[in-house]
């Protein structure tokens, strides 16, 4: 096989992810009134950033055969915390930028002690843990309110040079200053090769704890850019419950689409990111066909259903029935 | 040989489980630059010996010597270190990453914090090329390569660990025939370049071939050391046999009476998956049946092939002369074939640990104590008490946890479970292993009394004697296929390691060829 055969076959669910997305924004730009303009282009990146910011968010646990309920609760708190904090002036901003990205890596790091050494199951924890994350964004925020540096919030959601959405171009940023570096490390090595074979993994000596403890702090990271960014474009902070859960249950769908596999150790949040974009497109696609917006949760829910049975598929090619239930 | 210092010695070793010896006083010595066999049957305390040796377990007694001076392994990466690597059998491979992430896998180059790819790249290279296999390509996902080239990955990733002791365990198992002589071209190129190779192997050709050394184990001791080629095949067998009989085995009816009625289960080409080949057997009402060799040629598969379990079984199962189709366990315990499996793992497979002693007695049949979905419990209980005397299973009472009882108790329940169904034929998976002498002597009583009855059994032991034992006939199996049947008188320790190692046992002209 040529040498980049291989590097396709490592990035297919990426690139097939990438497809999707193209294909879908083009019909739907082509079918959209105002067509492919730097307005339109700028309201689906800003509504897809956030989805994509806590898709990555998903990916990183998801990678080491977990999952994290609570990626939507901490992007819910984030947001709360970012409407009291990221205020004032510059320097009192810039703090206040720091204070909810230690809160998302706060919450991440409970998230990891509690699953790598309370050996709870991820799913159970985060349900537990998301709860609690809520119940302090209520506390903070009882109604929704609060306010944010609106001059940082219309720069960074608004366009570079009056075409580039600027968002779109931190989310590249972010990637390359936190997503890259990961992937590349001993470290991310690790959470990849504890998601597809922890004993293996083990037994060769790989730091599996520490490796899966930094892909969920960092998970709380990129959960709290989106919280931050929700703030940047809504000036506000709400303790909205069912935009939480919505959140969590999309950023599964958007994983899935990008090609991330739930068994764990495979897949990239770059995928996810493509993922995550394609998943809100759909529901723009039903919103350029005229279809009402009553029928989009179910639309959205059938997506995700197709999406996560897809990876069922490698159960019918076992031989020893016995392995269904490893 | 006469060095002054042998590369390693180990002294003294002692390792207890509980209250089992797996070795017992074990010494070993080897030098740099030669192919050390080690031998011995099920439980010699092979396995124990390099597990301590590659650190992933302590010894109780004993010391490690290396250059002569003592060291102690805290853990697999500390042998690692002082230059002691072992390739297991268990394959530790991480099926999604790529083959050079494998290799480079306990440590990983890095350059600024990061893995450094090119510095990867060049490693994995070098040692797939060392280990004889550069047509394997470095970002191939070691889940899309094939059983036998992962092996081969897997030796490449002890290589570029830069080993001074390698330790192969087991490492041509899963191997071609192709395979297996490029291993044997790398051990003998890495024992040119002055490397210490631990060869753990139960094919007696392959240690004809490549050892220098060989020490043969038993009872976890070592009992001789020899230059190979010094002792015939007979020879080493018998330094292999040895065992105290210890167990108190039932009378055993005059050979060949139950064979004269009728089969019950027959098999005919059994094949599976590359793991079984052309398996054909008859098993009768009123005998017990035993299956040999050395541990994973295929035993629990055949069981798991006749009880339902495996998918896209090639050839027949026959039920009473008439070919079936038995595609789960619910379908084989049904009531046209009745069959029952004693399971391998009592604790994953045949126990529902935190239930109580009645929930799991009754598991297996709760469809014929049930009236229109509800445990009739009356029946339930008749049933039970019934078992639970038969069996004499000493419990504190029936709604505890299952899990409370002791090891034999427990093992006495997953047969209970199946003997209430009154199986016509029962296939056991090695259902000895891990409980007290006492209730091993009732397991044997009680298999000769469900056969006098009229029950089928297949049996499958690790433990030679119990095959001597209890059974009528054994059927040896080695890869995958049956090798030799033993019929009656024929059943001896002799015969059984003979064919379990599949060699002949005059296997004297065979190793004056080698010689020659």
């Known amino acids: ?326 | 040989m006469d060095d002054a210092v042998p590369l390693l010695r180990m002294e003294g070793i002692s390792k207890r489980y509980g209250g089992v010896k797996a070795l017992e006083k074990a010494d070993l010595s080897v030098n740099a630059g030669s192919i050390h066999a080690i031998l011995g049957e099920n439980g010699a305390g092979k396995s124990t010996l390099i597990k301590i040796l590659s650190g992933v377990v302590g010894p109780d007694e004993g010391r490690i010597l290396l250059d002569g001076r003592e060291v102690t392994f805290a853990s697999p990466a500390a042998a690692n270190q002082a230059g002691i690597v072992c390739v297991f059998q268990e394959l530790s491979l991480v099926p999604e990453l790529s083959v050079a992430d494998n290799i480079v896998i306990s440590d990983p180059p890095q350059r600024f914090g990061m893995i450094d790819h090119k510095a990867q790249r060049r490693i994995a290279e070098e040692a797939l090329a060392r280990a004889g296999a550069a047509d394997i390509h470095p970002r191939a996902l070691v889940k899309d390569l094939p059983l036998s080239r992962r092996q081969i990955v897997e030796i490449a990733k002890a290589l570029a660990r830069k080993p001074r002791i390698l330790i192969l365990d087991e490492a041509t198992s899963a191997l071609t025939a192709a395979d297996v002589a490029k291993v044997f071209d790398v051990c003998k190129r890495l024992r040119s370049e002055g490397l210490a190779l631990l060869y753990i192997s139960h094919r007696m050709n392959e240690i004809r071939e490549l050892a220098d050394e060989c020490t043969v184990f038993r009872n976890g001791h070592n009992v001789a050391s020899y230059r190979a080629g010094t002792r015939s095949d007979d020879e080493v067998i018998e330094m292999m046999i040895g065992r105290q009989y210890s167990h108190v085995f039932p009378a055993k009816p005059d050979s060949g009476s139950a064979s004269k009625s009728a089969p019950v289960l027959e098999a005919r080409s059994l094949s599976w998956a590359g793991r079984l080949h052309d398996i054909s057997l008859t098993l009768h009402p009123g005998e017990v049946v035993g299956l040999g060799g050395l541990d994973g040629q295929g035993q629990r598969e055949l069981l798991l092939a006749f009880f339902g379990v495996l998918r896209g079984l090639g050839g027949q199962v026959l039920i009473d002369g008439k070919t079936v189709s038995i595609d789960s366990p619910a379908a084989a315990r049904a009531a046209g074939i009745g069959m029952a499996l004693i399971p391998e793992d009592r604790k994953t497979e045949g126990l529902m640990l935190p239930m109580t002693v009645r929930e799991n007695l009754s598991f297996a049949s709760l469809d014929r104590i049930t009236k229109a979905g509800i445990v009739d419990r009356d029946q339930e209980q008749e049933l039970i008490d019934d078992m639970v005397r038969l069996l004499a299973i000493k419990t504190a009472g029936l709604d505890i946890p299952v899990g409370a009882l002791s090891g034999g108790n427990q093992q006495k329940v997953v047969i209970a479970k199946w003997l209430m169904r009154q199986p016509r034929i029962i296939l056991l998976n090695d259902p000895t292993r891990g409980i007290d002498v006492g209730t091993k002597q009732e397991i044997y009583q009680l298999l000769r009394k469900l056969a006098d009855t009229g029950a089928a059994i297949l049996f499958y032991s690790t433990d030679y004697d119990e095959l001597i034992g209890c059974c009528d006939r054994v059927l040896v199996l080695y890869d995958g296929a049956v090798r030799r049947e033993l019929v009656g008188a024929e059943i001896t320790e002799h015969a059984l390691i003979a064919s379990a190692l599949n060699i002949e046992a005059e296997g004297q002209s065979a190793m004056q060829e080698v010689n020659a």
């Open chain 1, 1 to 326: 096989m040529k040498e980049w055969r291989y590097w396709v076959a490592e990035q297919r669910g990426t690139l097939l992810a990438c497809g999707i997305f193209l294909l879908m924004f083009a019909i739907y730009t082509s079918n959209h009134p105002a067509g492919f303009t730097a307005n339109v282009v700028e309201t689906a990146a800003n509504k897809g950033v956030l989805l994509a910011f806590v898709a990555m968010a998903q990916t990183l646990v998801v990678i080491t055969a977990g999952i994290d309920l609570s990626v939507g609760m901490i992007f819910v708190l984030t947001n709360c915390v970012a409407s009291a904090l990221v205020v004032g002036t510059p320097m009192q901003t810039a703090l206040g930028i720091l204070a909810v990205l230690v809160v998302g890596v706060l919450c991440g790091a409970l998230n990891g002690a509690i699953v790598i050494y309370g050996r709870l199951q991820p799913i159970v924890a985060t349900i537990a843990t998301g709860a609690v994350f809520f119940g302090i964004a209520l506390l903070i925020r009882p109604f929704p309110g609060g306010s944010v540096n609106e001059d940082l919030a219309d720069t960074l959601t608004g366009k570079i040079f009056g075409v580039v959405p600027a968002s779109l171009v931190l989310l590249l940023v972010i990637v390359l200053l936190v997503w890259v570096p990961f992937r590349r490390s001993v470290l991310g090595r690790g959470a990849y090769a504890a998601g597809s074979a922890e004993a293996a993994a083990y037994m060769s000596g790989v730091p599996i704890r520490r490796a899966k403890f930094a892909a969920y702090m960092l998970s709380g990271l990129l959960a709290a850019f989106g919280g931050l960014f929700l703030t940047f474009f809504t000036y506000t902070g709400e303790a909205a419950y069912a935009s939480g859960n919505a959140y969590t249950l999309f950023s599964i769908a958007a994983v899935v689409i990008g090609g991330v596999s739930l068994y764990g150790g495979r897949g990239s949040a770059i995928g996810a990111i493509f993922g995550a974009l394609a998943f809100r497109t759909i529901g723009d696609l039903l919103f350029v066909f005229d279809l009402g917006a009553l029928w989009q949760p179910l639309f959205q829910g059938v997506i995700l259903l197709v999406a996560v049975s897809l990876g069922a598929f490698g159960l019918f090619r076992i031989r020893n029935r016995l392995e269904w239930f490893l």
